[in-house]
């Protein structure tokens, strides 16, 4: 059974740095696509960042310039380095997996991902 297990998170101010982890088990696939995607309270979960199994990436806009995904050379754990913080970047920040390749446009979009973690809580206060 596939689990995704998160950490990394934690309360930080305005401006600071935060590098969330996410450590999957229980698969050998090695081509696997995987995100990172958040959810505030009151609103729609989103898509923040995400890697293809080719290693594509993609951002939201609103990280830009200031997340970076990125995964190990065995392709099993995935980071999330998040500088620059803002208050609204607080959320509950969940990693998820889908063993395939996603292309471009469909690796942002939350229905594309089979496994899911219990999510780390982001808090940045300003």
């Known amino acids: 059974q596939v689990q995704m297990v998160e950490s990394g998170g934690g309360s930080v101010q305005a401006g600071g740095s935060l590098r969330l982890s996410c450590a999957p088990s229980?698969?050998?696939?090695?081509?696997?696509?995987m995100g990172w995607f958040r959810q505030a309270p009151g609103k729609e979960r989103e898509g923040v960042a995400a890697?293809?199994?080719?290693?594509?990436?993609s951002y939201a806009d609103s990280v830009k310039g200031r997340f970076t995904i990125s995964q190990d050379n065995g392709k099993n754990n995935l980071y999330l380095q998040m500088n620059s913080l803002k208050p609204e970047d607080t959320a509950m920040y969940y990693c998820?997996?889908?063993?395939?390749?996603?292309?471009?446009?469909?690796?942002?979009?939350?229905?594309?991902?089979?496994?899911w973690g219990q999510g780390t809580q982001v808090t940045v206060s300003s």
């Open positions: 890697i293809g199994a080719d290693g594509t990436t």
């Open positions: 998820a997996a889908n063993p395939s390749h996603l292309v471009s446009w469909l690796l942002l979009q939350g229905s594309s991902y089979n496994y």
């Open positions: 229980g698969y050998t696939y090695t081509r696997y696509s």
